[in-house]
């Protein structure tokens, strides 16, 4: 029998322990839902128009029937970027630190990092809301490409996490010397 | 013209697309719904989230009808 427990995210290695999870800051949300607040206090002030007896019905009920499929769009886009908020989420282990990243249809991205091969992470807080709610930019930079994670809430203590991290797996150099003097000694006899 | 195809059009809309996006959601998320989420606000919307996602439809749902009350 297999005792293994399941993954609890896509790309979970068999015994690897999750330390943190993070999603995005709220605040990314209040941009997703502007459009369809824009919209709904446009209706409201539209219901307390004067409209008189001399507008035309044919061009009222077009613009009705115009602000209602407004509504229903810009709601439904709203309600998928809500979707996605919960689709997305940033997992520090014991190991790695894994980004993912999935929408309603077209992606499903998973990128898996091991903390040894980080070569840096910077952070970027720009604007006094940034300070004030703790959240910023955080790019971490390996030897084949970079990973860009905006909205990353109290980014001063997951930036500790993963230097801390990055910290405890960093390989032992007498390990590493001991292993390239094998190397070359096997090189010399071959 | 008459008013009430139109808005039950509009509202079977509605009801077609949040439905939709529900289906789409729940086939997505998997594995990741287990994994613990940060902010208090976040913890509260995605506790009760088929409530959320429910009310949120009623209340479109809802501006439709006053505005077509109102406006038509």
Known sequence: MNDTPPPAFPGQEPGERIDTVIRRHWLSLLRDASPALGITLLTVLAWFLPIGPDVDPAARHLIVIVLCILLIALHGYFAS?????????????????????????????????????????????????????????????????????????????????????????????????????????????? | MNAAPILVGLLLAQCLLAGALWFLFRRKIGAIALLPVNSPLDRTVFRHFPMVMLGHAVFVALLIIVTFLFLW
């Open chain 1, 81 to 190: 970027r809500l979707y996605g908020h919960f689709l997305r989420a940033l997992v520090l282990t014991d190991r790695k630190l894994h980004h993912i990243r999935k929408t309603l249809v077209h992606r499903d991205d998973q990128r898996s990092i091991e903390f040894p091969i980080l070569l840096n992470v910077r952070k970027h807080q720009r604007g006094i809301h940034q300070a004030l709610l703790k959240y910023g930019s955080l790019i971490l930079e390996t030897p084949e490409t970079s990973l860009t994670l905006r909205f990353v809430p109290r980014v001063d203590d997951v930036l500790a996490a993963i230097m801390a991290k990055k910290a405890e797996t960093r390989p032992d150099p007498k390990e590493v010397l001991e292993e390239v003097k094998t190397v070359a000694e096997q090189a010399t006899q071959a």
